[in-house]
């Protein structure tokens, strides 16, 4: 009897362990699952029967294909009598948010069932992860329910800048399905290339889709010339109509629809350069919007739309509409007819009215209008969705007014962004938006009634390739950022955690390698967090890295750390000056570049700065305190703790409160020139008595030119032997419109 109950008590005990790996394993699918009760043990058949039941013959097909790739052994039952090893049923009730599924997997069977074939899709997608985390034990046993939070994840890639074919495509979809994403915005016209073949309008592929530079920079900045496919050293290309309707097809078997984007009014200097009578001057290379005022323009994009909507099934067809310039608009006397004509008062009127036509056109043809945020200048049009790209504020305004929206906010996902510190990383257009960023990204503020909230139909992340001129680059920039989106999209906010997700990414890397992608590597640096005590008069630096598993090390002699150099457990504590240098190590090998912060607890720190000159708005670190905090700025200007100055210099006078001696003075300056970012020209250093006279005790013309590439930071300073109490630090900037300077500390030594 006792050796019953023991044995009893020893199976509870391996069945919990066992139970416990399966959390494990569980926790690691992505995107997260709104309920998931882990079971113990592991489906373990490589040739599993399947069976079927109340599916469609074309579900099945699609479902198939996916299943083959998990098991190409798996052994397709036909009666749907007969119960499979693993068996999918679509059940009679449709009333359930598209998508949802359950999933039961026990030692002997899988049991999926969803009341719509995307549910059944994304359940299989789920046993595909399994199976990878599986580790080859199989598929670990568990109950999953789930419900997607949004109707629309997305992703869009931008195929003018630079172009990629049509395999590309397919590969990303593939593993965009994998992830649960259900749309694939595809951008496929912009100034720097017309990429869809329009059997009307052949020219706009033999003349707009090459060009006779590589990169999309030498392209901008070398003339903005298109050429013929025949012209030496021609770069570019298209897609013809039999392929977009071949991607469309494999998109749709994976349970994704693609939205078609044709760009107008603006963006459409290809276009331009082709058909110059659509254009106000109606000469090729002046303009770059359509022409509204053009009867000749609303044929030629009925006529391409028409072609548009054969190849693409989608309920929505995106029309672009951002960054118009409208200023031709304004001299046009066509344009300026049309306004008479119509009653426009301005020209953000005569942009509603294209879209609005447009739309009447693309409703008379069952489909729906959906474009970026700025269709709303000049009044939205009746039905049409807005993807709100600039803020989230626009995205919100069209769903209080009763529109959908679709949030595709630039600070949260806008994939052309560096995603790690811009030094370390490859040159992108700016901007800064870390994985643990994208995944912070909440889509319906609390705020919102459910009103408004319902209108909000999803997320999307959008890459804009002017920088990602090969497809390794591309998929750099797409994962694994586009998992944090797919989690924001699907999961529940009361189910997301960073720590979870964040492991579970890191895992999902090692998939991303089978799958021949070509991911960042999560972190190329460690993060570095000082926090200053004025009290206390030091500063402490703790150090963590998204790397995991990893361990950091670091040294103080400037030297790069090594496997040897001391391993940080706690949080380091600065009384005066350090000088560290960190890097991340896994298995004895660096994984991360060595990363250098200094920081000092220098003389300055609490003490009082006046600007003459203020800062501007939108990056203003700590105010007043930013020069005197003692927190130095990282790797992005808008981290917070770099002080921006928009068209305009720096004058800032510190009064040490008492005459002071010092050895050293000086800040560190960005230049990005992607923003407008530069050094200054020039820096002056003075210092005074009575904070009236003051005596110049340096001058620094900067020796660094403004077309650099990247990132850079430099240190503008003084050193000598001297006494004041008043300090005034002052940088020159050329007096240009929107230029910026970055500076994020006066460190008095
Ligand atoms: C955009 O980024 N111009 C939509
Ligand atoms: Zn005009």
Redesign the pocket.
């Known amino acids: 009897m006792r050796r019953i109950f023991a044995l009893g008590v020893l199976c509870l005990l391996i069945s919990a362990c066992s139970s416990k790996k399966n959390r494990v394993i569980a926790d690691m699918i992505i995107p997260q699952p709104s309920e998931v009760n882990v079971k113990s043990g592991f489906f373990n058949n490589d040739s599993p029967k399947i069976s079927f039941n109340g599916v469609m013959p074309e579900d099945k097909e699609n479902l198939c294909e996916i299943i083959e790739g998990i098991y190409p052994d798996a052994e397709i039952i036909e009666d749907e009598g007969v119960k499979g090893d693993i068996n999918i049923t679509l059940e009679a009730f449709a009333n359930t948010t598209e998508g949802s599924y359950s999933l039961n997997i026990s030692r002997n069977s899988i049991e999926i069932a969803a009341r719509q074939p995307a549910g059944l899709l994304y359940a299989v997608e789920t046993v595909a992860q399994l199976k990878y985390l599986g580790d080859g034990k199989g598929i670990a046993c568990m109950d999953i329910n789930d419900i997607p939070r949004f109707g629309y994840r997305g992703m869009h890639l931008d195929v003018s800048r630079h172009f990629f074919d049509a395999e590309f495509i397919k590969k990303q979809l593939d593993v965009l399905a994998f992830y649960k994403m259900n749309r694939f915005h595809w951008h496929l016209t912009d100034g720097a290339g017309w990429r869809i073949e329009i059997k009307k309008y052949p020219e706009l592929t033999e003349e707009a889709a090459w060009r006779p530079y590589k990169n999309w920079k030498e392209f901008w900045f070398g003339g903005r010339r298109y050429c013929k496919q025949s012209d030496e050293g021609a770069n570019g290309g298209y897609y013809t109509q039999e392929e977009i309707k071949d991607v469309v097809a494999y998109a749709q078997k994976r349970g994704i629809t693609i939205i078609p984007e044709i760009e107008m009014p603006g963006h459409s200097e290809e276009v331009l350069a082709v058909y110059p009578e659509l254009s106000c001057s109606g000469r090729p290379y002046v303009n770059v919007d359509l022409c509204p005022g053009n009867e000749k323009t609303f044929e030629f994009l009925e006529n391409v739309l028409s072609e548009v909507i054969e190849l693409f099934p989608s309920e929505y067809i995106h029309i672009g509409g ?2 118009a310039d409208k200023g031709s608009w304004k001299t046009c006397p066509k344009c300026q007819a049309k306004m008479r004509s119509e009653g426009l008062k301005n020209v953000d009127e005569l942009q509603s009215y294209l879209i609005r036509r447009i739309e009447q056109f693309l409703s008379s043809k069952g489909r729906k209008l959906i474009g ?1 945020d700025e269709i709303m200048q000049g009044g939205l049009s009746p039905y049409a969705t807005v993807m709100s ?1 600039r803020n989230e504020e626009h995205g919100i305004k069209a769903a209080e007014m009763g529109h959908d929206a679709i949030m595709t906010p630039g600070g949260y996902c806008y994939f052309d962004y560096y995603q790690d510190n811009p030094i370390t990383e490859p040159e992108a257009i700016g901007g800064y938006l870390p994985l643990s960023k994208v995944y912070s990204f909440n889509p319906v503020p609390d705020s919102l009634d459910t009103e408004t909230s319902y209108h909000i139909r999803g997320v999307q992340a ?1 890459l ?1 390739t002017e920088y990602m001129p090969t497809e390794e680059q591309v998929e750099y920039m797409i994962y694994p950022r586009i998992l944090a989106l797919a989690e924001v999209g699907w999961s529940m906010p009361e189910n997301k955690s960073w720590d979870r997700f964040l492991k579970a990414a890191n895992r999902h890397l090692l998939i991303l390698d089978e799958k021949g992608i070509n991911a960042h590597r999560i972190a190329n640096g460690v993060n570095i967090k000082d926090s200053v005590n004025v009290d206390k008069k030091e500063i402490v630096i703790s150090l963590s890295c998204d790397r995991i598993p990893s361990e950091i090390r670091y040294t103080t002699d400037g030297t790069d750390p090594e496997i040897s150099s001391l391993l940080y457990k706690e949080p380091i504590t600065v009384k005066d000056s350090i000088t560290l240098k960190t890097a991340a190590f896994v298995n004895g090998e660096r994984v991360t570049q060595p990363q250098i912060f200094k920081t000092y607890y220098h003389k300055g720190i609490g003490k009082k700065a006046t600007y003459n000159l203020p800062f501007c708005e939108h990056y203003t670190a700590a105010a007043e305190a930013s020069m005197t905090d003692g927190y130095r700025g990282g790797a992005s200007y808008a981290d917070g703790r770099w002080q921006g100055f928009r068209t305009g210099d720096i004058d800032i006078v510190i009064d040490m409160g008492e005459v002071t001696e010092f050895s050293e003075i000086e800040a560190n300056f960005m230049q990005q020139p992607g923003p407008w970012i530069w050094f200054p020209v020039y820096v002056d250093i003075s210092v005074s008595d009575d904070g009236k006279e003051f005596r110049n005790i340096k001058h620094i013309d900067t020796d660094v030119p403004r077309d650099s590439e990247g990132t850079l930071i430099k240190n503008f300073g003084f050193s000598g032997k001297e006494k004041a109490r008043y300090i005034r630090y002052f940088a020159h900037q050329q007096p240009l419109d929107g230029a910026y300077m970055f500076i994020d500390e006066i460190i008095i030594k």
């Open positions: 951002d960054e970026w790209w959008n804009w």
